[in-house]
């Protein structure tokens, strides 16, 4: 992206956006989210969404 393009809602919410790693609760993988949710792919564990840093967009934002 260049400073000469627009910058689109999608854009500035992926702006906002920070890879977080945790371990695993069920198997002790390394696993790495966005935001403080996860999925491990070994096992299947997911944390819950209420777990993340932020709150998630809602239905009208437009991404």
């Not at 627009?6 to 935001?35: K, W, Y």
């Amino acid at each position: 992206m260049t400073s000469e393009q627009p910058h689109t809602p999608a854009m500035a919410f992926l702006d906002s956006q920070e890879i977080t790693t945790t371990d695993c609760r069920r198997c002790g993988t390394e696993v790495s989210g966005v935001n403080g949710r996860y999925a491990c792919g070994v096992c299947g564990w997911v944390n819950n969404w209420t777990e993340g840093h932020n709150e998630l967009p809602g239905a009208g934002s437009g991404i």
